[in-house]
C-alpha cells in the first residue's frame, strides 16, 4: 500500500509548470510572428474536426450543457475568434498613429486559467489562443469534474504545438488537481494574470496586488423589451440566447423586462418559440427542484434542458419547450428567481413605461452583484440611450441577446468566453479579450523632422528572433560542454519534471495494483 498526498504532488507539479513557463518568457519574446500565426492556424485546422469528441466526452464527463450546442460553440472558437484574435495587433510591433505618436504591445507575463467546469473546452481554446497570439506562457487548471476531457484536449494542443516548432514549455495543464495546487500557483509573484471562472464554487480568494484578477461571472443579465421593438426578432434572439447550451453561455439573459403595451403580444411570440410560463404553484416545485434551502443550485441540475428541469419539479410540459417563464411582480433578494438561475429559465415583468422599467433592469443588476450585460430592443434612440447612460453593466447590447452578443457572436463585441461582472474584476469590467493579455506603452518622440524619421524606421525594422539553442544528443561525435554541460554523452541529466513524472507512474501502478 502506497500514502500518496495528491496535495503536495499537486503543488510540485506546479512548481514544475511554473518554473517552464517563466523561463519560456525569453523564448517567446525570440519567436517571430510567423512562427505564432502558423501555429494557430494549424490548432484550427487540426481540432476542428475534433469538436463533435470533445463535445462528447465533456458531456460525458461533466453532465453539463448539450454536446451539440458545445460542439457548435467549439467550432465557433475554432474558426471566427480565432480569425478575430489573429487579426489583433501582435506584440513588439511599433503602430503609428495619424498623429506622428506611436505605441507598441507587449505581453504582461505568464497567465494562470481556472477552467469552469460548463465549456471548459471553448473557453481553454479561447485563452489560448489569446496566450499564443499575445506570446504570454498560460497554465490551466480543470477540476475533477472536466478534468480528462481538458487534459485530452491539451495533449492534441501540445502535439501541434511540438509539430509547429512553438515552445511547449508555454502551454501548461496541472495534471494533479487539487486545491492547494491551484492556489499556490495563483499565489505565485511572477504570475501577472489569474482568470477564476469557478463562478459555481465561489472561486479563490486571490492577492490581487501585483497582478490582474478577473473573475468570470454568468451575470444577473435582464433584457428589456421596449414597445418600439421588433418583436418577432426580440423573440428569436432571447429564446435564441437562453436555450443554447442550456442557458450556460457567458452573459446569458436572466430575466425580462417588458413594457405594458406590448406584454400579450410578446408572450404570444414567446409562447410559440417555445418558452412555457409557469403558474405560482409551478414556480414553487421548480424552486423546490433547483435549489437546496440556502439558495444554493443542485449541482445535478445545472445546465440542463427546460423538458428535463420540468420533470425533475413534476410539471407537465410540452417536449418541444426550450425555456421556463416565470412571470413576478417584483424582484426580492429572498427570491431565487430575481438571480442568475443556472439554466434555461427566465423571470418576466411587466412595467407601465420605459423610465420605470429602466429602474427595474437596475434593481436587478444590483440584486446579486454581478451586472455583465444587459439588453435592450427598441426603436427609439433616447431610449437607447438613457439605457446606455445608465445602466451598471460592462457590455450594453442593442437589439440583441446578452447570451450570443455578450460573447461578440451576434454582435460587434470583441469576441470572448469570459465575461467579468461590473464589480467582479479587478482589472475589467468588460470581459476577458486579447487586450487584456498584453499591456500598451506610448511613444512619443521630439518635434523634429529627424526624430520622426528615426521612429518610422524603427516601425519598419523587421523583428530579429533570439536564437534558440537546442540540445540534440550524438551518441557517436563529439559533444559540445556549453551546450550539453556536463552530462554524459548521448544523455542528458535528470530534471524535476521526469522526477515528477516518474513518481505519478510509480502512484498510479500502486493504485493498479490494488
Not at 204 to 212: I, K
Not at 405 to 434: M, N, Q, R
Amino acid at each position: 500500500m502506497s500514502l500518496i498526498d495528491n496535495d503536495l504532488l499537486s503543488i510540485q507539479e506546479a512548481r514544475i509548470l511554473l518554473e517552464h513557463a517563466a523561463e519560456s518568457v525569453e523564448v517567446l519574446e525570440g519567436l517571430p510572428a510567423a512562427l505564432v500565426d502558423d501555429f494557430l492556424c494549424h490548432l484550427g485546422e487540426r481540432l476542428v474536426p475534433m469538436v463533435g469528441e470533445y463535445a462528447q466526452e465533456a458531456y460525458a464527463e461533466s453532465d453539463y450543457c448539450s454536446p451539440e450546442d458545445e460542439a457548435t460553440l467549439t467550432g465557433w472558437v475554432l474558426t471566427d475568434l480565432l480569425d478575430d484574435v489573429r487579426a489583433q495587433t501582435p506584440v513588439q510591433r511599433i503602430i503609428r498613429s495619424r498623429n506622428g505618436s506611436a505605441e507598441v504591445c507587449l505581453p504582461k507575463g505568464v497567465v494562470v486559467s481556472l477552467l469552469p467546469d460548463w465549456l471548459a473546452v471553448p473557453t481553454m481554446l479561447s485563452q489560448l489562443f489569446m496566450a499564443a497570439h499575445s506570446k504570454s506562457p498560460i497554465v490551466f487548471s480543470a477540476s475533477a469534474r472536466i478534468h480528462a476531457t481538458c487534459e485530452r484536449v491539451m495533449a492534441d494542443v501540445l502535439e501541434v504545438a511540438e509539430f509547429c516548432h512553438y515552445p511547449c514549455e508555454a502551454l501548461g495543464f496541472l495534471s494533479i488537481f487539487c486545491p492547494e495546487g491551484e492556489e499556490w500557483v495563483c499565489s505565485q509573484p511572477c504570475v501577472r494574470v489569474v482568470i477564476d471562472s469557478r463562478e459555481e464554487s465561489g472561486g479563490h480568494d486571490f492577492d490581487a496586488a501585483g497582478r490582474d484578477v478577473y473573475h468570470a461571472t454568468l451575470g444577473n443579465n435582464p433584457v428589456f423589451v421596449e414597445s418600439s421593438a421588433d418583436l418577432t426578432a426580440c423573440a428569436d434572439e432571447i429564446v435564441r440566447g437562453k436555450s443554447f447550451c442550456y442557458g450556460m453561455l457567458p452573459g446569458a439573459e436572466q430575466s425580462i423586462v417588458v413594457e405594458r403595451d406590448v406584454d400579450e403580444d410578446f408572450q404570444s411570440e414567446l409562447r410559440r418559440r417555445g418558452c412555457y410560463f409557469l403558474s405560482d404553484e409551478q414556480a414553487d416545485r421548480l424552486v423546490d427542484a433547483l435549489f437546496m434551502p440556502d439558495g444554493t443550485p443542485y449541482r445535478e441540475l445545472i445546465a440542463k434542458s427546460a423538458f428535463d428541469l420540468a420533470r425533475r419539479a413534476d410539471i407537465t410540459v410540452p417536449e418541444s419547450t426550450k425555456v421556463l417563464v416565470v412571470e413576478k411582480p417584483y424582484v426580492s433578494e429572498y427570491s431565487f428567481f430575481s438571480k442568475a438561475k443556472f439554466g434555461p429559465v427566465l423571470s418576466y415583468y411587466v412595467e407601465d413605461s420605459w423610465r420605470t422599467a429602466c429602474e427595474k433592469c437596475i434593481e436587478l443588476i444590483l440584486n446579486s452583484g454581478h451586472g455583465n450585460a444587459l439588453s435592450i430592443f427598441s426603436k427609439d434612440p433616447e431610449v437607447i440611450r438613457q439605457f446606455i447612460l445608465k445602466k451598471p453593466v460592462g457590455r450594453v447590447l442593442v437589439n440583441v441577446s446578452t447570451g450570443l452578443g455578450c460573447i461578440g457572436c451576434h454582435s460587434d463585441l470583441p469576441k470572448t468566453l469570459t465575461v467579468t461582472g461590473w464589480d467582479c474584476a479587478t482589472t475589467s469590467e468588460l470581459g476577458v479579450t486579447y487586450g487584456d493579455f498584453v499591456r500598451r506603452r506610448q511613444v512619443g518622440v521630439g518635434t523634429g523632422p529627424l526624430s520622426h524619421e528615426l521612429l518610422e524606421r524603427a516601425s519598419s525594422c523587421d523583428h530579429t528572433p533570439v536564437t534558440v539553442r537546442i540540445r540534440i544528443p550524438d551518441p557517436g561525435g563529439p559533444h559540445d560542454e556549453g551546450l550539453m554541460g556536463s552530462a554524459e554523452a548521448g544523455k542528458e541529466p535528470e530534471s524535476s519534471e521526469s522526477w515528477f513524472s516518474g513518481v505519478v507512474k510509480a502512484m498510479r501502478n500502486d493504485s493498479e495494483e490494488e
